[in-house]
């Protein structure tokens, strides 16, 4: 059974930091693209950054130079680090694993920016 486990969410003020997690099971980790997106209320699910298996990088435009995603296959789990964080940052953020036409999600990890 596949399992991504989000942690690292939660309410900051606006200009701080959030490291989030994505703890995986039942996939073989290193193989698999692993990606960040979220989704706002009332808005669509958009990307926030994949990582490749072999550590190539994507940022979506609104998060260049603030997050960087990255991961650990030692521990099976992706990471996105959240710097200078902005009250347009609030949304449920996924993790996501993907190989060819198979996809996963997990549950989803809140975070609130206030301003």
């Known amino acids: 059974q596949v399992q991504l486990v989000e942690s690292g969410g939660g309410s900051v003020q606006a200009g701080g930091s959030l490291r989030l997690s994505c703890a995986s099971s039942g996939i073989i980790f290193s193989i698999h693209t692993m990606g960040w997106y979220r989704q706002a209320p009332g808005k669509q699910r958009e990307l926030v950054a994949t990582i490749s298996m072999f550590g190539n990088t994507n940022h979506a435009d609104s998060v260049k130079g603030r997050f960087t995603i990255s991961r650990e296959n030692a521990k099976n789990t992706a990471y996105l680090q959240m710097n200078s964080l902005k009250p347009e940052d609030t949304a449920v953020y996924y993790c996501?694993?993907?190989?060819?036409?198979?996809?996963?999600w997990g549950q989803g990890t809140q975070v609130t920016v206030s301003s």
């Open positions: 996501n694993a993907q190989r060819g036409t198979f996809t996963y």
